[in-house]
């Protein structure tokens, strides 16, 4: 393993469709770091965590993630693989249970031992699982989302608003998997208003602004 | 590879058939344009067959190509389907998330069509025997152009469902190229159906063989090119 | 060397386009006026000294630049490839567009109809729609190189379906005997043969003085999206300058 | 005997031809200005 940083980003612009999303975005995040980014609507906090997971594009500047060249394509496949992203979208089918839903997107890789603690431990196992994903509410489609991303143990989580439409529970839990992650040598990136909250987590906090990173004084 | 395109496929079937989009709207449709063609051609009206000695109705002599054309509009809604289930909640970012490979999405996305349109082709053909009257001649000539005209149209609607992939003008976009590009197809199709109907089988089985390469020839395609297709999508 | 730059053009394009204009009023005097008119088809066939070279041009030589310009930008990523594949088709599509209506004109008091079920117009009309098709994609509202890598694809598979159709196309029709009048058997003296050479040259020059033309201007828009993009960037970085933490 | 498909034909080929190239040739005139001319250089 090297010990460089996780993820390093200089200068680098992401286009979404014609608009420069990230506008020469620099950031250094090391292992173990939990990095909360606070920043207004708009501000390229989503397309950060989009970069970094190797799915928005790298229209200039430099990028690496786990020693990973986001320039290259087939690096690039690389990196998706061994980050977790929890965006604003669940990536679930509606027609298909929970169960169906976690097993599809888990692709027979996670011990069924280990996927069931995770269901468990996220509140979506037990009668839950035989539930239709499109039947579930708005926080039980996240839990089930993020038993996905917990079970494939990435080393990079990505978290774009985790709190959003959670119970104070749900919210609690989130900290808590964060956390554990990080004791384990995994590194994090979080977006979140909820500064107050993430505050106590974060190792740092950085302010993105106009498609860019600054230190948080 | 293989064992990803089992994974898409079972998971695609099982998505339509919890939605039942297909029975409770792709169907319908298939036999509604059925039904409307007999509307636009005139059922009554007859015409000497080619063979010269038999005298058929037009539907009935047109049958094999009116079939085909329902068959392909009902899988140009198919094949959108088919992506429509990815787009709604980001689930197109989350397959290239989890490391699906992309030749395994394409061979998945691909087989999953090929079963419902054979369940389509099923229906929509006892519909159109009972609607237009043809005589049914080489039944194995028949089968074996269904099979090949499905693989051609699977894998070709999968690589320009692709191309439209989580784009607004998908709707729109898809039929535009995929359309003129199954136009060969629908040639082939409806030419050896008319042979394993009117006869003689021997004109039909060239076709079938040139839908054989059609297919081969967009499996390859799909293989290749569907890591670029989706990369940036 | 001195080169004044005006627009699009420049001296390598006057010199081509000198050449194109010189073909075509040359094409103009043999076509319509020094050859004879046809035994059968009359002057009908003078529609041919335009129609067969724009089909030719369009399909084998556009649409060619357009697959090989396809291929090297997914290789190595080249804008200038990229622009030449879509300044290409764009041409292409034009000629195409010439050479069906030509063919439908020529068709009528040939054939007695404007349109028949010929293995040609037919193949040419669904190659038109193909490459209208690939033109639409290149339209697409996506970042810059999702579009052209998508664009790529599409030119290299359209090349092919150009050719699957016409294969297919061809095979039907020879199946059913009696395709009247076949263009390959018109009667043609010298007169009209050279008219037909002219037809070639002059459509060979006008597209590639076309094709200089329309990828410069493509060339030039995409300078001009840099420069948006540059401004962009910069507007959005500006976006900080003005920003207040105590806003969040 | 033809005349009165050919001519049109060539009128349309000709004059389409004379519209594409008078609308290329414009819209280039037009973008060049606003581009220096230390970047409007092509590849020849």
């Known amino acids: 393993m090297s010990t460089g940083p996780v993820v390093s980003l200089r200068g680098a612009v992401s286009l979404l469709g014609r608009f420069p999303a990230l506008a020469g975005a620099d950031l250094d995040v090391q292992p173990g770091e939990v990095v909360l980014l606070q920043g207004p609507n708009g501000a390229g906090k989503s397309t950060l965590l989009r970069l970094c997971a190797g799915l928005a594009p790298l229209s200039d500047g430099s990028a690496t ?40 997107w888990t692709r027979g890789l996670v011990d069924s031992d280990d996927l069931d603690a995770v269901m468990d431990r996220l509140g979506v196992g037990g009668r839950l699982r035989d539930v239709r994903v499109g039947a579930l509410s708005a926080g ?13 143990r990435p080393q990079l989580w990505l978290l774009d608003e985790p709190h959003a439409g959670l119970d104070a529970a749900g919210r609690d839990l989130i900290d808590d998997l964060v956390r554990q992650a990080a004791d384990q040598g995994a590194t994090a990136i979080v977006a979140s208003h909820e500064s107050d909250r993430v505050e106590g987590l974060a190792t740092r906090v950085v302010n993105v602004v106009g498609g860019q990173v600054f230190d948080a004084d | 590879m293989l064992t990803d395109a089992r994974a898409i496929a079972l998971k695609d079937l099982r998505v339509e058939a919890a939605s039942r989009v297909l029975t ?3 169907l319908p449709f298939g036999m509604l344009v059925l039904i409307l063609f007999g509307f636009g051609i005139p059922p009554d009206r007859r015409v000497l067959a080619a063979e010269g000695d038999v005298s058929r109705s037009v539907l009935e002599q047109v049958a094999p190509g009116l079939f085909w054309l329902a068959v392909l509009f009902s899988a140009l ?33 691909a087989a999953a069509i090929a079963v419902q349109l054979v369940a389509l082709e099923i229906v929509v053909g006892i519909g159109a025997f009972l609607v237009y009257g043809p005589p049914l001649g080489d039944v194995i000539l028949l089968v074996a152009t269904v099979a090949a005209t499905t693989l051609a ?65 967009y499996l390859g395609a799909g293989i290749v090119s569907f890591g670029s297709l989706l990369e940036e999508a | 060397m001195k080169t004044e730059v005006v627009g699009t053009g420049s001296r390598g394009t006057r010199i081509v386009g000198s050449i194109a204009l010189v073909l075509t009023a040359l094409l103009l005097l043999f076509g319509l006026v020094l050859s004879p008119p046809e035994i059968s088809q009359g002057d009908a066939v003078r529609l041919f000294y335009i129609h067969v070279p724009s089909a030719v041009v369009s399909l084998y030589i556009a649409f060619g630049v357009t697959l090989v310009g396809s291929v090297i930008y997914l290789k190595n990523g080249s804008v200038f490839w990229d622009l030449i594949a879509g300044a290409a088709a764009e041409v292409g599509v034009l000629f195409l567009g010439f050479a069906l209506i030509t063919g439908m004109l020529w068709g009528r008091p040939t054939w007695g109809t404007y349109w028949t079920w010929d293995p040609r117009i037919t193949s040419t009309a669904i190659s038109f729609v193909l490459f209208l098709g690939y033109l639409a994609v290149r339209r697409l509202d996506l970042d810059p190189v999702a579009r052209s890598r998508r664009a790529a694809v599409l030119g290299i598979i359209s090349f092919f379906n150009v050719i699957i159709v016409r294969f297919s196309v061809q095979i039907w029709r020879s199946l059913h005997q009696g395709t009247t009048l076949n263009p390959a058997d018109t009667q043609m003296d010298n007169s009209m043969l050279f008219s037909f050479f002219l037809g070639m040259l002059a459509m060979v020059a006008t597209f590639a003085w076309l094709l200089m033309h329309r990828f410069r201007l493509a060339w030039i828009e995409h300078q001009l999206e840099e420069d948006r993009l540059a401004t962009a960037i910069a507007a959005r970085r500006g976006e900080a300058s003005t920003f207040n933490p105590g806003t969040i | 005997m033809g005349w009165q498909y050919t001519i049109p034909g060539y009128l349309i080929v000709f004059g389409g031809l004379a519209i594409y190239i008078a609308f290329t040739l414009r819209r280039g005139k037009r973008l060049a200005e ?11």
């Open chain 1, 140 to 152: 039980q489609r996240r839990r089930t989302s993020l038993s996905v991303l917990v079970a494939r």
């Open chain 2, 153 to 217: 149209v699977a894998f070709a609607g999968i690589v320009y469902g692709a191309l439209g992939a989580g784009q607004r003008l998908r709707d729109t976009l898809v039929p535009l190229l995929l359309l003129p590009v199954l136009a060969p197809v629908l040639l082939a199709a409806t030419r050896a159906t008319e042979s394993a109907l009117f006869g003689p089988s021997s004109s039909g089985w060239p076709w079938v063989g040139f839908l054989g390469a059609f297919s081969l020839l």
């Open chain 1, 65 to 104: 993630v786990l020693d990973l060249d986001l320039a290259s394509r087939s690096d690039r496949r690389r990196v998706r693989t061994r980050v977790g992203l929890l965006g604003h979208a669940t990536s679930l089918y509606d027609e298909l249970t929970v169960q169906a839903n976690v097993e599809f």
């Open chain 4, 34 to 44: 606003q581009l220096p001319p230390e970047r409007r250089r092509f590849l020849d």
């Open chain 2, 24 to 26: 409770a709207q792709v």
């Open chain 2, 77 to 109: 809604l198919a094949v959108n389907r088919s992506f429509a289930v990815e787009s709604v909640d980001g689930n197109l970012d989350a397959l290239k998330l989890v490391g699906f490979d992309p030749a395994g999405i394409f061979l998945g996305k």
